[in-house]
């Protein structure tokens, strides 16, 4: 699927920019026009040792240059880097720079799906894959994708509730991507990578929030502490069987118990007496 989506915009890319070039073949200018390009060849033979250096033009490695000549988009792919030549009375050029641009996203106030009003920010990587069709097909590549990186947040985030928002940030982020690149494969334009930063929820739905799982923090500790009740008192149970059948146990049980309190520096020592013998006494 990746490859037929490439392929597809290579075709789209390469139509119009067949169509941004001239309406016939490359370099076609027409008889003033090639006039005007020897005019100016022989006014540069004439004052050779001035104007050969307005003829050569350095780019950089990351950069390339769309030469126009004419107003002609000279050839179907930008020169550089490097140097290059071009006729300084009728040629023009533009630099376009290929490294990797970031930019924030501004917060954006976004009704979700479940009618809850969140502030979403992120933070988009783009670059041009195209220098010619960046130049030729749009005003301002830059600009233009950033203004289209709020609206594509805003339009996907629209379809989600809150539960998603919060969740599934990864989704959201590649499905913005999918969208900005599909956008501006016209532009020339290659979204490397979409981020979400900050979802910022308001006062009121975070304190509720907060009251919801502190009181499911708090279910859950009284069913633990219900469950630790139950398994205590089954094994009291299953203790109080075990010395109900060996009277001994009891009489180690009370010594044993003396034991820790004698450990404890206490002055108060505790006799216990069998229930039976208080018993017998009340009757009396």
């Not at 250096?53 to 780019?59: L, Q, S, Y």
């Not at 769309?66 to 179907?76: H, K, M, S, Y």
């Not at 907060?210 to 008192?233: F, L, T």
């Not at 180690?252 to 118990?257: D, H, M, N």
Request: a neutral charge; glycine letters at 6%.
């Amino acid at each position: 699927m990746e490859m037929e989506d490439q392929m597809e915009g290579q075709k789209r890319r390469g139509v119009s920019k067949d169509n941004l070039i001239s309406e016939g073949p490359v370099g076609s200018l027409g008889c003033v026009g090639w006039l005007l390009v020897i005019l100016s060849g022989f006014f540069i033979l004439l004052t050779f040792p001035l104007t050969i250096w307005f003829c050569f033009k350095i780019v950089q490695e990351y950069e390339r240059a769309v030469i126009f000549r004419l107003g002609r988009i000279t050839d179907r792919r930008p020169k550089g880097p490097g140097i290059f030549f071009i006729v300084p009375c009728t040629d023009s050029f533009v630099k376009v720079d290929l490294r990797t641009v970031s930019f924030d996203i501004p917060p954006q106030e976004i009704l979700t799906k479940d009618s809850v009003t969140v502030s979403v920010d992120g933070v988009v990587y783009f670059r041009v894959s195209d220098p010619i069709a960046s130049v030729a097909n749009v005003t301002n590549a830059d600009f233009s994708t950033r203004l289209l990186a709020q609206t594509t947040l805003r339009n996907v985030l629209g379809t989600k509730n809150l539960a998603e928002v919060l969740s599934d940030r990864e989704g959201i982020a590649h499905s913005m991507q999918s969208s900005l690149d599909e956008a501006t494969d016209n532009w020339g334009i290659k979204v490397e990578r979409v981020e979400i930063k900050d979802v910022k929820l308001p006062i009121q739905l975070q304190r509720a929030m907060a009251a919801e799982a502190e009181a499911a923090r708090e279910a859950r500790a009284k069913v633990i502490a219900a469950e630790g009740e139950m398994n205590a008192s089954r094994a009291l149970k299953e203790a109080s069987l075990v010395i109900a059948e060996s009277p001994s146990a009891l009489q180690l049980r009370y010594l044993q118990t003396l034991n820790t309190i004698a450990a404890e520096k206490n002055s108060t020592i505790i006799f216990p007496l069998p229930i039976d013998v208080m018993s017998h006494f009340m009757r009396k």
